[in-house]
């Protein structure tokens, strides 16, 4: 009865972000999966609320917090009510900054980036193909992690080498078999990285590493559009295009408005943020 009447579309794409691209109030979509399967399909007029959500899609349910016992005492709806809104209530400035300023200060930059970062981790692609897709190896690496950490602890010394395997697969046997794991693993990471934002990730030092471009389009026209997975990285040695990519040399895009669009590009090394950020 609690999540029925908690029930609530759950945007994955902010309606924060959406707004930029708006008119009146509005902006225009296009289903390219419609036209891929040879539908004759035309744009049409929606709202931000309109788009972009699935039903419960970060409710937290028993099963996670079973798994997660330092999250039981949690609200079904606490990303959905509190972990996003530390960065969303912060992007419409953060975007008033970029077009009109034209400048960041290092905090705004480390806002920036965490927001690309979580548009990215809280995207439904990300669950349903990143983790999908790499599952085995994501439960492979952490097996490793773990019989490394075991092994070399004091306190696990006493502890029979049978007994230390059965645990281990017995572990990652309760894993493989979840059904839930990539909806788990997406919860999860979504709660960590709002609750330490102060923890430097891999991908954040990247971002912040190399060179932004504000990308304008010219004057009267509406040059950029969206998706319901913001952001897409090019191979500039490819030409392969991939979901997020910030690594050798690649170009980010992410559109902020139909005018502005920010670009990333890792060929040009620009680290200012990076050395206002250890002053």
Not at 108 to 126: C, E, G, T, V
Request: charged fraction near 30%.
């Amino acid at each position: 009865n609690t999540i029925l009447s908690n029930k609530k579309d759950h945007h994955f794409v902010p309606i924060c972000y959406l707004k930029q691209f708006c008119k009146d109030g509005q902006f225009y979509v296009l289903n390219f999966e419609s036209i891929r399967r040879g539908f004759k399909t035309y744009p049409k007029p929606v709202t931000p609320s309109q788009v972009c959500w699935e039903k419960n899609f970060y409710t937290i349910y028993e099963d996670f917090k079973k798994r997660n016992p330092n999250y039981s005492e949690y609200d079904i709806l606490h990303i959905e009510d509190n972990t996003f809104k530390r960065l969303e209530n912060n992007y419409g400035k953060l975007y008033e900054k970029v077009v009109k300023e034209r400048t960041l200060e290092v905090n705004d930059a480390i806002m920036l980036s965490d927001f690309i970062i979580q548009i990215k981790i809280r995207n439904p692609f990300h669950r349903n193909f990143t983790i999908n897709k790499k599952f085995p190896d994501i439960l492979q690496d952490a097996v490793q992690l773990v019989e490394g950490d075991i092994g070399m602890k004091e306190k696990y010394k006493n502890i029979p080498e049978t007994l230390k395997r059965i645990i281990i697969e017995y572990v990652a046997n309760d894993h493989m078999t979840d059904i839930n794991f990539a909806k788990n693993l997406q919860l999860f990471s979504l709660l960590h990285r709002d609750e330490n934002p102060k923890q430097e990730s891999i991908v954040r030092k990247a971002i912040l590493k190399f060179k932004w471009t504000l990308l304008i389009a010219p004057a009267g026209e509406n040059l950029f559009v969206t998706t319901d997975n913001p952001g897409v990285a090019i191979d500039e040695s490819t030409g392969l295009y991939y979901n997020t990519r910030f690594e050798d040399f690649f170009i980010f895009y992410f559109p902020l408005s139909s005018k502005y669009c920010l670009s990333i590009r890792g060929s040009e090394i620009d680290d200012k943020f990076l050395k206002k950020r250890k002053r």
